[in-house]
């Protein structure tokens, strides 16, 4: 027993540590984690043979694919969702249909499969991997774009679709013709959903409540398990997949109070979990296999991914998707997936394959699973430089006293305060999604890029008085500053920064003015909050004007004298990020000028017990007289 305890810890930590070693190795040099995974399970499973349990693990594992369906559905409030549909039961119908078609008729003629068998390969393959996809998504940020919610919608209605996949293998085993569909099972199938849909509804919420009141933690940690492991067992018990299960609670949690303590719970498990469900996806691949039949599976493999592809972009370009999320879309999902893995595994079970055939599939799945990280990497490749939607550039009517570049949160403010003055505004944007959600509050906005010079003079640069620059990365801010500094050099320009180092390299280039887009925001903060400390509100005005006067001229003394300039000004000689005043347990009053005199002084020593709690000030200023202003 002892030494039984003693060899799972060893698999235990070697899991975690070849895991660990290969993730972050992958993941630095650009193929991301997914792929390391999987080359730590290829090498502690058939290459090394330190671990031999790789079913095991791997069905411990595909529980990091219900937590991660749980997180997306707490993501995915009802009514978007039903904003979705399209997507979900249109592309995702036709993907499903039109590939596992395709799939199995080539099965039949060229692979010389029966009619059943070719029917459970052709969809067993037409479904992609759930994991891979929402993880390489998740890992690029794009969870959220306009492809990351196609290839979402799509992965949604693939895991529908094994419910019925999974019901149709009885009728087509040998015999299956007396096979009869049960009306109990029917209806305790739609029991459950309906039981799980109510539970959601009416008693989840009260149940975090209550959870919540006991103030424990781990209460609600093992609240949160709960209810995603019972409802996945729930759906599995029901005939559904775990990971529907768990996604139709998310979905019931997406308005509670409670769902983003659910989801910071859930998360450290999720990727745990996910993690051990690709190496559990290494560890699985025989290399046996492999070896008798690898011509087999290294032609079919990524065959199967270009067909699959091909009939991913046709079907997205059915549904008026643009080429360039066609193609991503195309090479996030052309694997295949680990519900391929159930569905061979219950075929052969079910003597509709062979088992020999089984693992042939199984390790085409495998290859088409470790090959996704590079047929990603093309999708984004042969897609435009610039992935957004585009429109034509329409400059009818353009030209005003102000051009202001970038329609970001920032430049939206600006143009309010502008267009509230009277002045007219002729604001320049490249984000589709941004133009089309302006024009719904009325506004009137240009599709362009503003380091293009066409596109500037047909704004009307040339009649702008000033140009406002207002664009959100700081590479796009120096190309605009750049391209109108060289072509339209008598142009006044106001430009927004992104820090301390950008805007002294802004003020190098010769901006007209230019300001950090955090810095007033940071100072009213800061008012505010040490008036709620007690300060009167005329001294926390006048403590935030001074930070503010001895802001601008440690940076004006930057300007003239490097980055680490000006460091007398300051309590600290740290400069990112930049406290000006060192935190201290109490306030203290600014020092007295060396030659005696006070007047420099916020505070005096008479001020009164309650103003004197308020002092601010421990580091040695400059009179005012002695510091230049902006």
């Not at 395709?102 to 070719?118: S, T």
Request: hydrophobic share 50%.
């Amino acid at each position: 027993m002892e030494h039984g305890s003693s060899a799972i810890f060893l698999e235990v930590i070697l899991l975690l540590g070849v895991g660990v070693v290969a993730g972050t190795l992958f993941k630095r040099i650009g193929l991301g984690t997914v792929l390391g995974y999987l080359a730590a399970g290829i090498l502690m499973g058939p290459v090394l043979r330190l671990i031999g349990e790789g079913e095991q693990i791997l069905s411990i594992g595909e529980l990091g694919v219900v937590f991660l369906l749980f997180i997306i559905g707490l993501e995915l409030k009802i009514d978007r969702l039903w904003a979705l549909r399209r997507q979900i039961f249109g592309l995702g119908l036709v993907q499903v249909m039109v590939s596992g078609i395709v799939l199995a008729v080539a099965g039949w003629f060229l692979a010389g499969l029966g009619a059943a068998a070719a029917i459970v390969v052709g969809f067993g393959l037409a479904l992609s991997s759930t994991a891979f996809g929402m993880q390489l998504l998740d890992e690029a940020g794009e969870t959220n774009t306009r492809h990351g919610q196609a290839a979402f919608s799509v992965l949604l209605f693939q895991d529908l679709a094994v419910v019925p996949l999974l019901a149709i293998v009885p009728f087509l085993e040998p015999g299956g013709e007396n096979t009869a569909i049960e009306p109990m099972q029917v209806v305790t199938s739609l029991g459950a959903v309906a039981a799980l849909i109510l539970a959601g509804r009416f008693l989840l919420n009260p149940l975090f409540r209550l959870m919540a009141t006991a103030g424990a933690r781990e209460v609600m940690l093992g609240a949160a398990l709960f209810v995603v492991l019972g409802s996945a067992m729930l759906m599995q018990a029901a005939g559904f997949s775990m990971a529907m299960g768990a996604f139709i609670a998310g979905i019931f949690l997406a308005d509670s109070s409670y769902r983003h303590e659910l989801e910071a719970n859930i998360e450290p498990f999720r990727g745990l979990l996910l993690g051990l469900f690709f190496i559990g996806v290494g560890l699985s691949i025989d290399l046996d296999v492999l070896e008798s039949a690898w011509p087999i599976i290294v032609t079919v493999a990524p065959a199967l991914m270009i067909v699959k592809a091909g009939l991913i972009f046709g079907s997205c370009k059915l549904f008026g998707e643009t080429r360039g999320l066609s193609l991503r879309v195309a090479g996030l999902l052309s694997q295949a997936g680990e519900f391929g893995f159930v569905l061979f595994s219950a075929a052969a079970a079910g003597r509709i394959l062979s088992a020999e055939t089984s693992s042939i599939l199984v390790a085409i799945v495998s290859l088409s699973m470790v090959l996704t990280p590079l047929s990603t990497w093309l999708g984004r490749r042969l897609d435009p430089a610039d992935a957004e939607e585009q429109l034509e550039e329409d400059f009818d009517g353009a030209g005003s006293e102000v051009l202001l570049v970038g329609f970001s949160r920032f430049g939206q403010i600006v143009a309010q305060v502008l267009l509230s003055s009277g002045i007219d505004v002729t604001i320049l944007d490249s984000s589709v999604d941004r133009i089309r959600t302006a024009e719904r509050f009325g506004f009137r906005i240009y599709f362009g890029s503003g380091v293009r010079k066409d596109v500037l003079e047909a704004a009307g640069i040339r009649k702008a008085g000033l140009v406002a620059v207002c664009t959100n990365k700081r590479e796009t801010t120096d190309r605009v500053v750049d391209m109108i500094r060289s072509e339209f050099p008598n142009v006044r320009l106001f430009v927004r920064s992104y820090d301390r180092s950008h805007a002294l390299s802004l003020r190098a280039r010769g901006v007209d003015y230019e300001i950090r887009e955090t810095v007033e925001s940071a100072l009213s903060f800061g008012g505010a909050t040490i008036a709620a400390l007690g300060v009167e509100e005329e001294l926390a005005t006048r403590i935030v004007e001074d930070v503010r006067n001895r802001d601008t001229a440690r940076l004006k003394l930057q300007e003239a004298e490097g980055i680490y300039a000006g460091s007398d000004m300051m309590t600290t000689h740290v400069v990112t990020p930049e406290p000006l005043v060192k935190p201290r347990p109490g306030l203290h009053a600014v020092e007295k000028m060396p030659d005696g005199e006070d007047h420099g002084a916020i505070i005096d020593d008479a001020a009164p017990k309650r103003r004197r709690r308020g002092r601010l000030f421990a580091g040695r200023r400059r009179r005012p007289d002695r510091v230049a202003s902006r």
